[in-house]
């Protein structure tokens, strides 16, 4: 048995929401939809994220630059107004990603995804710092310039891929160069920043070309995942996460945090792999990850963005499989899958962070934060069993003893794990249906509830003490009303 202490008179260190800040959509025409916007506020509301990102603003779809027959340009930002006009009704904010290139702004034809985003430079970056400032002078006139300067502007999406940008990187600089002036141009309190690459890269080399060349830069933005380390071998997703460690992400913006100096750190991107097809997202694997990447991150990122907060998700083309291993925290049809109960529990914690010490190393860790109430304190502990695919992991014992206890307590558990909060596993019972009808939906949405159950423990002196078990991949959270 693994035995953790958590002593309350020990000194505490903040336990900020830095993943709250933002989280990730797919593309920006998918939040024209009534069942996307329908999942952004359940997620708002109940996780409390603040912002949202998505690709493509500038698409094509979007209808934002077009030139008619006589060469002349028009400019259309009603797209653009009707979703953030909606963001800040439900009390939300763009976080501003500039991409893709306007097909008649482009110089060649590459694309990426179903969706055909233009990955390539424009024709004319003068041309491209135009519709940049255009862009921005009407979001100050339409939503007043204190609004504005709330928000975040970064240029482009991975260009370090080829993938998504076809040029090379002193052309991204030269995009980004224009972008930056033309936003600073309109004012220059307005943030804006980059490279927002893969594989936390460019970082050193964007903060080197912005202060030769004396161009704006807010805050440093990148992305990563655990299968980075694994790019370029070809294997299989599953194959690229056990090549990988376990607690890697913490490794890799350690680093990031080093790079970026001085500058603000947001990881734009981050989930446990870039794939929109992985069966790991729609599982209690992805939840454990979750809470193991935010616990071990707390003090390196300052905004930490997951990808992303619904299937309704058009990269590789729609799913109707209602469980096919999409991004999102809730499906296709709005059920939370293990992931959205894991920021539901996390969006449950206080603000103070509790040291906790341990006996040994395994594969399970504890977090535990505490939150302090005019009537009552309440603790709540995390306690989650992760290793990487492939990796050995198997239930495991454990005793939590909590020191400095001198009142009367209210004691609760939830779990998350194969048998709860797993509306999959009750899918794949139905025989895996690809398409659900309404009694379906109702009895998954229930089954994807977590439940509240009274837990027993031990009074020894001023401490109590919880004996439990953790499944593989599972996470049991202890709440205390003290």
């Known amino acids: 048995m693994q035995k953790f202490i958590i002593d309350l008179n020990a000194p505490t260190t903040p336990f900020v929401h ?7 959509s797919g593309h920006a025409a998918l939040a024209l939809r009534e069942d996307w916007r329908l999942h952004l506020k359940k997620c708002h509301d109940e996780l409390g994220f603040k912002r949202v990102r998505f690709h493509g603003l500038l ?22 107004d009707s979703i953030f006009d909606y963001l800040l009704k439900i009390g939300m904010k763009p976080f501003i990603e500039l991409s893709f290139m306007p097909e008649d702004m482009a110089s060649g034809s590459k694309t990426v995804f179903h969706y055909k985003g233009n990955i390539t430079p424009p024709k004319d970056y003068n041309e491209w710092g135009e519709l940049i400032y255009r862009l921005t002078e009407h979001l100050v006139k339409r939503y007043g310039i204190e609004e ?17 940008w076809s040029g090379t990187q002193d052309e991204y600089f030269m995009l980004y160069r224009h972008a930056a002036e033309a936003i ?10 980059g490279p927002a690459t893969a594989k936390d890269d460019w970082i050193p080399d964007l903060i080197n070309f912005c202060s030769k060349n004396d161009v704006p830069l807010d805050f440093i933005s990148t992305h990563h995942y655990p299968t980075d380390v694994a790019l370029g071998h070809y294997y299989d997703m599953e194959e690229a996460m056990a090549r990988s460690k376990r607690g890697i992400l913490k490794e890799l913006a350690a680093k990031s945090r080093i790079e970026a100096g001085r500058f603000p750190l947001y990881y734009t991107e981050w989930n446990n792999s870039p794939s929109s097809r992985d069966p790991y997202h729609d599982d209690p694997y992805a939840a454990a990850f979750v809470v193991k990447t935010i616990a071990d991150n707390q003090g390196l990122v300052d905004m930490y963005s997951f990808w992303t907060f619904s299937d309704i998700f058009e990269e590789a083309g729609f799913s109707a499989v209602p469980f096919h291993g999409g991004f ?12 959205f109960r894991a920021f539901e529990l996390l969006h449950k914690t206080g603000n103070e962070r509790l040291n906790v010490l341990t006996d040994k190393e395994s594969t399970v860790e504890v977090l535990a934060v505490k939150k302090a109430d005019v009537l009552s304190d309440e603790i709540m502990i995390l306690i989650y069993n992760h290793n ?14 909590i020191k400095g206890i001198k009142s009367d307590i209210k004691a609760s558990i939830q779990r998350i794990d194969d048998d709860n909060a797993n509306a999959k ?5 139905m025989g895996s249906p690809e398409y659900l009808d309404k009694e379906m939906v109702d009895y998954l949405l229930k089954k994807s509830e977590m439940v509240h159950r009274d837990i027993d423990y031990m009074c020894v002196d001023e401490n109590i003490v919880f004996d439990i078990s953790v499944p593989p991949h599972g996470i049991a959270a202890i709440t205390l009303k003290l």
């Not at 830095?18 to 990730?24: A, D, H, L």
């Not at 030139?67 to 002349?72: F, I, L, N, P, W």
């Open 388 to 401: 990487i695919p492939l990796a050995p992991i198997k239930e495991e014992n454990v005793s939590i003893c």
């Open 148 to 164: 504005v300067r709330k928000w975040f502007f970064e240029v482009w999406n991975e260009p370090n891929l080829q993938w998504f």
């Open 184 to 193: 600073k141009k309109v004012d220059e309190k307005i943030p804006v920043g």
């Open 59 to 80: 698409n094509d779809d979007m209808s934002v630059y077009i030139k008619d027959r006589e060469g002349k340009v028009h400019y259309c930002f009603f797209n653009i």
């Open 18 to 24: 830095y993943w709250e800040e933002c989280v990730g």
């Open 328 to 339: 999102g925290l809730l499906n296709i049809h709005g059920i939370p899958k293990p992931t």
């Open 425 to 429: 596993k009750y899918w794949l019972e």
